[in-house]
């Protein structure tokens, strides 16, 4: 059974940092394109930051030079630093992981964690 499981989310105040963590089970997790993704209230689900398994990344405008996103395949999770953090950045984190051509295409979904950005 193939999970992605998040954690790290919270209540932070504006301009302060948090870490999620997505790991995986069940899948050989380096093979898979990772990516961030979050849903604010009333708004469609966006993409926030990729990594592909050659650690090649690639941001959403609204947060680069603030995010980073790596992965640890010995450890079969990805990580999301956020730093600068703004009331917009309010929204539900998922996970999501993707293999591409050649492999055959699948596609994995974490619950998601909550990070709330609020003085």
């Known amino acids: 059974q193939v999970q992605l499981v998040e954690s790290g989310g919270g209540l932070v105040q504006p301009g302060g940092s948090l870490r999620l963590s997505c790991t995986a089970s069940?899948?050989?997790?380096?093979?898979?394109?990772v990516g961030w993704y979050r849903q604010a209230p009333g708004k469609q689900r966006e993409l926030v930051a990729t990594i592909t398994s050659r650690n090649n990344t690639n941001y959403a405008d609204s947060v680069k030079g603030r995010f980073t996103i790596s992965r640890d395949n010995a450890k079969n999770t990805v990580y999301l630093q956020m730093n600068s953090l703004k009331p917009e950045d309010t929204a539900v984190y998922y996970c999501?992981?993707?293999?591409?051509?050649?492999?055959?295409?699948?596609?994995?979904w974490g619950q998601g964690t909550q990070v709330t950005v609020s003085s």
């Open positions: 999501n992981a993707e293999s591409l051509p050649p492999l055959l295409y699948q596609t994995y």
């Open positions: 069940g899948i050989f997790f380096s093979i898979y394109v």
